[in-house]
């Protein structure tokens, strides 16, 4: 008897699952009551002022690059053989000029016009250059930016006795 109460059962639970209507998957919203009153009502439309656009900073084109700065191309010295080799240095050899002012590139150009008006070759000058803290290939572009820029008198090109 039992069997046939429990097999009745899942007949009547299948047969009314299937048979009637869809479940329901939404939720059903329930009233919350109220427990007491309000202390703060919000308001039902609010109104705030509108605030006027930050203005936009306006980006100004950049102006034109030169080929050295200003800074760069007057050491000082007044010489303009002189800036426009410590010009050179800066922008050829700028390890040469990085640890060095203007005044310091200026001595190493006189140094080298010095050496090759006393009729040293470019060697000797360079070995000199070398002295001060300056590695033996850059001592020789030394040399030749010297020769081209800053040194009065002396042809542009290296000596052909070398």
Same mark, same amino acid.
Do not use: H, M, N, W
């Given at each position: 008897m039992r069997r046939i109460g429990v097999l009745t059962g899942i007949v009547v639970l299948l047969g009314t699952a299937a048979c009637g209507s869809p479940a329901r998957s939404a939720a059903v919203p329930v009233p919350a009551a109220s427990a007491g009153p309000v202390l703060n009502p919000v308001p039902?439309?609010?109104?705030?002022?509108a605030q006027a656009a930050a203005p936009r900073p306006r980006h100004t084109p950049h102006a034109p690059r030169s080929a050295a700065p200003a800074a760069t191309t007057d050491a000082g010295s007044g010489d303009a053989g002189l800036d426009r080799f410590v010009a050179a240095v800066q922008q050829h050899l700028p390890d040469v000029a990085l640890d060095r002012r203007d005044e310091e590139v200026e001595a190493l150009g006189q140094e080298?016009? #010095?050496? &090759?008006?006393?009729?040293?070759?470019?060697?000797a000058v360079a070995g000199e250059?070398? #002295?001060?803290?300056?590695?033996?290939?850059?001592? !020789?572009? &030394?040399?030749? &930016? #010297? !020769?081209?820029?800053a040194c009065p008198g002396r042809p542009k090109? #290296?000596?052909p006795a070398q």
């Open positions: 039902e439309t609010t109104t705030t002022a080298a016009c #010095a050496g &090759l008006r006393a009729g040293k070759t470019d060697t250059i070398g #002295a001060e803290d300056v590695t033996p290939a850059d001592a !020789r572009k &030394l040399v030749t &930016l #010297a !020769r081209s820029t090109v #290296a000596d």
